[in-house]
């Protein structure tokens, strides 16, 4: 199914703007293609948000719904969409999931309380787009490593390592390995050009794993997605992943796709037609193309949020943080234009 509409909703509540950022890449991404969209913005943080009203309004619109949120309200909209009937086949929710989690994103419904057999439910129509995950030993040491020098400084997160704690590691130990070749060069390690110009067109072993950096000095970032491959067991597994470096997304061969044998059913022509009691009837499935552009999307998002970090060069964007105030007065950079955005849901 080549869908080429979709809703983006995201929380924009936070000092650092996250989300706003991931959906920003989505949104270029998808006008580059084309696409219909429709853009919602909410502050989760407001003590007047209503997330059954979230849901309402999006059933009077795309089938496909790409969301950004802290772990906790996302389980809250896909309860919210599964009470109201939207989670049999005739909408595919994908999660953006790059900041909020420790060790990479959780994505989990289950929480051990009344909610979690639905929570398990609404979640087998939930994509959720993450780091690559990676098994490595070393990462794992890594992360426990960093959870302990953490508490003995008296802090307690959830986010101990994620997708900064990594980057920056890996640019220490990037500047390690050029830093050690302009030497063996002869030299001298006050030379920043060099040691720039030792940085770029590589690849090398990071922490989590391989890292590949640009002719520009851009790092290639790496994808996976995680889907319910048990939907009884409440199972989630990664089902693919995307490499920057190879422009590739690849579907895993050892997992079941959740998306098999016409599970799921997105009509664009009957965007409006959707109540509680009479979800529409369509055929067809969403085929890989459909994830490899939610992949490609929040590569490009986190890409605005930290260029060195991800970002691919051909949709090359330059954002400056802006305070919601700035935001109505600087047109300097590419942003979500107002016009763009229709939202049904106001947390005022």
């Known amino acids: 199914h080549q869908w080429s509409r979709a809703t983006l909703l995201y929380s924009d509540s936070n000092p650092e703007r996250s989300c706003y950022f991931a959906m920003e890449g989505v949104h270029v991404v998808f006008q580059e293609e084309a696409f219909h969209m429709a853009v919602h913005s909410f502050d989760e943080s407001s003590r007047h948000l209503d997330l059954d009203d979230v849901v309402r309004a999006l059933q009077t619109g795309e089938r496909v719904v790409i969301m950004c949120a802290s772990s906790d309200t996302i389980r809250n909209i896909m309860l919210a969409a599964y009470r109201q009937g939207m989670t049999n086949g005739d909408y595919a929710f994908f999660n953006i999931e790059l900041f909020n989690s420790s060790s990479y994103g959780n994505g989990s419904w289950r929480r051990g309380d009344k909610h979690d057999l639905e929570a398990k439910k609404a979640y087998s ?197 802006r305070t919601r105030q700035e935001d109505c007065n600087m047109g300097k950079h590419r942003q979500l234009r107002e016009d763009s955005i229709r939202s049904h849901f106001s947390a005022a």
Not at 174 to 193: M, R
Not at 310 to 315: A, V
Request: proline residues 2%; aromatic residues 12%; contains cysteine.
């Open 125 to 321: 129509y939930l994509q959720t787009v993450t780091l690559l995950r990676t098994v490595k030993p070393e990462f794992e040491k890594f992360s426990l490593e960093v959870k302990s020098s953490v508490q003995k400084q008296g802090l307690h997160e959830d986010d101990y390592v994620n997708m900064f704690v990594e980057g920056f590691h890996d640019a220490i130990l990037l500047y390690a390995l050029a830093l050690q070749e302009v030497l063996k060069f002869g030299f001298s390690k006050k030379d920043g050009e060099k040691i720039v110009q030792q940085t770029r067109n590589r690849t090398y072993e990071g922490i989590a794993g391989q890292v590949s950096i640009d002719a520009n000095g851009d790092r290639y970032g790496d994808f996976s997605v995680i889907g319910m491959t048990d939907p009884e067991a409440g199972t989630q597994e990664v089902i693919g992943d995307y490499y920057g470096k190879q422009g590739r997304f690849e579907i895993r061969s050892n997992v079941k796709y959740p998306w098999n044998h016409g599970r799921l059913r997105l009509d664009e022509s009957r965007v409006s037609e959707h109540t509680n009691n009479t979800p529409c009837k369509s055929s067809g499935g969403l085929g890989e193309s459909a994830v490899t552009g939610i992949v490609v999307g929040a590569l490009l998002g986190a890409g605005l949020l930290m260029a060195f970090y991800f970002f691919r060069k051909k949709y090359r964007i330059t954002i400056e943080r």
